[in-house]
């Protein structure tokens, strides 16, 4: 083995793997106000192919911030990728009428951009950037150990170049390998995620709009909709599964397949050809749309989704992308991930060239990154199983937006996550609706297996929810520096959720038990980490007995409301109390 070139002096960093987390911490490094010396290590060499590439094509809000400020690629994806219309479901409908279909979206772009990246032209434009900084990049290199020495000993990276294995040194080390988890083996540190979760995906030339999906002449549904629904992350929804359309710039489109093992064999689609034909018998519309298409790739991934014990360690090396973790992709948080893990590798590097890194601060990083990690992919997988009914999976999709836009997403905007006091404050906080959320994804579920009676055409989560959109505002950047104001946003977030979870609760009970509505005459606030649909277990679960003072709701609660009407007669789904059936939370002072 030689050490040559690499081995005369120590890096303070070694990345092994180019992808894209690999590359954005090198980036993010490089535009620091630090002097860190910095290597890359990846097998890949340029040009990496644009269009068939990677998936982690779609992203939200926070990842969409972190690449346009954080790492200043705001230029190239206004120039080179395609703006997102938000995320936008297709619920089933009982007829093959997509126009029929229920549709939760948004009519006009979000007020803070996301994107939809082509990862081959992304990935090039971050090498070229990493490369004209300080930052050595070293292509076409298999790196095939990572070896953590005690102490102060600089670790050693063994890899392959030029058919020659050679080796570096460095103070740090970063996992940025992917799947293949170099760290996370070699400790034992992989947790996978409970249930079995699968996907096949692949991309396609041209255009392959869900507006081509409904007749011209239907102008109610293509008018209702002022952009392009094709630059939304389209999912076509069904029981346990999920199809997504996602457009690649200039006009290619990705393709996926994402199901539930319990409900849908992986089996049953792990093939392009079982793939077409498992479209036929659930998204008839895709099959017959990807005939005589181009085919430019195929892929597939069987139990997507894990977790893992560490993912920073106080030894010098960190793990990041999906290297560390892999939520599920369900709402494209997969960039907001990386965000996360970058910024916590940058501040470990910062706390121990000080000579300030403590274990406290390490633990820290661990359980923030991977207990979000962890909480989201359980509700995304607990959702599977409700997919196929619009009201109910709509409003657990308002719900998690409502628990998403006010007490994470801030935290990565306003860089809460970096300080230790500050987010075990922020957490202190929200811990309400930790507890909330639990019962909430229970009622969902049992009340998806029911017969619901709300119905509704669309919902613009934007135009539609002035209370989600004025709470999503109230928490966008400029970053917030003063600690009092949010920990106050924190506090209104809290109490706009559990008002959220009156109004479902009582939305469930009116459809699902109307007879047990008079219970709420007397007590209409109640405790929302004891709801349930077991009226059973309702005075010894502590529902009649809640932890907060009333509060009025009825703005809320007219709200929700309107966004639905009644499947059998059409009639408008009014306030509680203002239609005489019992008591409504509108009612509280």
Known sequence: MQTGDYGNGVFDLIICGGGLAGLCLARQLALSKNSFSVMVLDRLRR?????????????????????????????HLTKDQLEKLGLRYFYSSDSGDFASRPEFGVSRYLPAPSYQLDRGTLENHLRDLVEVSQTILKEGVAVTDIRINPGSEPHEVIFVDGGETRSARCRWVVDALGRRRLLQRKFNLGKDSPGAFNSAWWRIRGRLPVSDFVPTNNQAWHGRVAEDRWQSTNHLMGKGYWVWLIPLAPDNTSVGIVASEEFHPFSQYN?????????????????????????????????????????????????????????????????NMIAYANGFSQRLMELETRGELTQEYVDHCNRFFLTLNDALTDSIHRGYPILFNGPVAALKTIWDYYIGWTTSDPQLYHEVWLDMKLANAVSGLTSPAVFTQARMLELFEEWAERDCRYVFDFIDYIADQPTLVGLHRNNLPPKIDDPRRILGNAREAV???????????????????????????????????????????????????????????????????????????????????????????????
């Open 495 to 589: 109490d706009r959720i559990e008002e959220l979870a009156h109004v479902i609760f009582f939305l469930a009970v009116r459809d699902l038990l109307p007879g047990e509505m008079t219970r709420f005459e007397r007590s209409p606030w109640i405790n929302t980490s004891a709801i349930s649909l077991h009226p059973e277990r309702w005075e010894a679960d502590g529902l009649f007995s809640p932890k907060t003072k009333p509060r009025y709701i009825g703005a809320l609660e007219q709200e929700i409301c309107k966004l639905f009407v009644y499947r059998d007669t059409r009639e408008n789904v009014m306030p509680i109390f203002a239609r005489g059936e019992g008591i409504g939370v509108r009612s509280v002072g």
């Open 47 to 75: 040009p990496l192919p644009a269009a068939a590439f990677k998936v982690g094509e779609s992203t939200i809000e926070p990842g969409a911030y972190y690449y346009a400020k954080t790492l200043g690629l705001e230029d």
């Open 271 to 335: 093939t392009y050809e079982k793939s077409l034909e498992w479209l036929r018998n659930h998204e008839p519309l895709v099959a017959d749309a990807l005939t005589d298409r181009e085919l430019l790739d195929f892929k597939i991934l069987r139990n997507y989704s894990y977790s893992s014990k560490q993912a920073f360690s106080i030894d010098r090396w960190a793990c990041v992308g999906e290297a560390a973790v892999f939520a599920d992709p369900y709402y494209s948080v997969g960039s």
